[in-house]
């Protein structure tokens, strides 16, 4: 069987056997799976931006276009001796398995198969494909455990040439280790925040973590998103009660709804799931918000996100043309949104 434990990854990828012609890294943590796959695309030793050395492919184009990843596969290299294709977004598409299984029985003799893909179950599809070929690996790329966590802050910090005090990583992290890119993202923003010395404290992280008022925005933006009525009132009562303006909850809930109507077009007219768009998403969803958001993306349609942007952008010019009345009017038009959501999800 062509696998290998979570914890035998790394140590794979640092010294990968040349005898696996396809590699197959899978996981909930999209970030991870990303991270690793760059690593192992550097391990080939082919010039990642040049497109005849290194095809890169998106699994709904290899499902929709059938043959099309044996075709790459059997073609002879022009300018090196062998090329990199490189599967992104992979799930489990018919027609990619295919091209696999058939790549397992009769190798591609120039060419490299990298795949990232997201969560595939055991003795299924692709990974069943892969994990029983003898010229095929299946890595699996699972959410950081505390060992890990502390080898990545330690690598961005040695970046950095800088250290970081006990109390201060423990904060840290407190806040980290759902998906690898966004994992690092936030130590890159900490250390960027604290440039100029050579050790991080806990006021850093603290200082980056926000205040109780922002705090509590984006307490009443999720419990709005996420269809829960009482706990968007509590937290938006709680908002406006400690200084808080209401118009940074409406405009919090704009830049929020924006952007996952954007992501839903991808859905719609790339015939993605949730979880990959939200995988890929730039900038990236913070790994605590990823379910909701994946959620979110599950219930609503363009179209009706679309009409609750109307309703937010109609309550903004409402509250700016009645300050005084602008939290009756902010509460009015988010609480039905967190109403619509709620039904939404009764529904699905």
Not at 119 to 144: H, S
Not at 277 to 305: M, Q, Y
């Amino acid at each position: 069987m062509a696998q290998k434990k979570g914890y035998e990854v790394d140590s794979w990828l640092a010294r990968p056997d040349p005898a696996m012609g396809i590699v197959l890294l899978y996981g909930p943590d999209r970030g991870l799976v990303a991270e690793r796959a760059k690593t192992f695309a550097v391990k080939t030793g082919l010039p990642l931006d040049d497109p005849f050395s290194v095809v890169k492919l998106d699994g709904a184009e290899v499902d929709r276009d059938e043959g099309r990843l044996l075709d790459e596969a059997r073609t002879v290299p022009m300018f090196s001796d062998r090329r990199l294709l490189w599967v992104r977004n992979a799930s489990g598409q018919k027609a990619l398995a295919d091209d696999i299984k058939a790549l397992t029985t009769e190798p591609a003799r120039d060419a490299v198969i990298l795949i990232e893909a997201g969560d595939l179950k055991k003795g299924t599809g692709l990974r069943a494909i892969v994990e029983a070929a003898g010229n095929a690996i299946a890595l699996p790329c699972y959410a950081d455990e505390a060992r890990d966590l502390d080898s990545v802050i330690d690598d961005e910090l040695r970046k950095a040439g800088m250290s970081m005090t006990l109390d201060a990583r423990q904060a840290l992290r407190r806040n980290l280790g759902g998906d690898r890119l966004a994992s690092r993202g936030e130590i890159e923003k900490l250390v960027l925040y604290a440039h100029g010395r050579k050790e991080i404290g806990i006021e850093d992280i603290n200082a980056l973590s926000g205040d109780v008022s922002g705090a509590s925005f984006d307490d009443a933006v999720d419990a709005m998103l996420d269809g829960k009525v009482g706990d968007f009132d509590i937290a938006f009562t709680r908002h406006c009660q400690s200084g808080g303006h209401p118009f940074l909850v409406l405009s919090s809930a704009m830049r929020q709804l924006q952007a996952i109507q954007a992501m839903r077009g991808q859905m719609e007219s790339g015939g993605r799931n949730a979880a990959s768009v939200v995988a890929g998403a730039r900038p990236p969803v913070f790994f605590s918000r990823r379910k909701l958001v994946e959620k979110t993306l599950e219930r609503w349609n363009v179209d009706a996100l679309g009409r609750a942007l109307g309703r937010l952008q109609t309550a903004v010019l409402q509250t700016r043309k009645r300050p005084d009345l602008s939290e009756a009017l902010a509460r009015q038009a988010l609480l039905g949104i967190a109403i619509e959501s709620a039904r939404l999800g009764q529904r699905g």
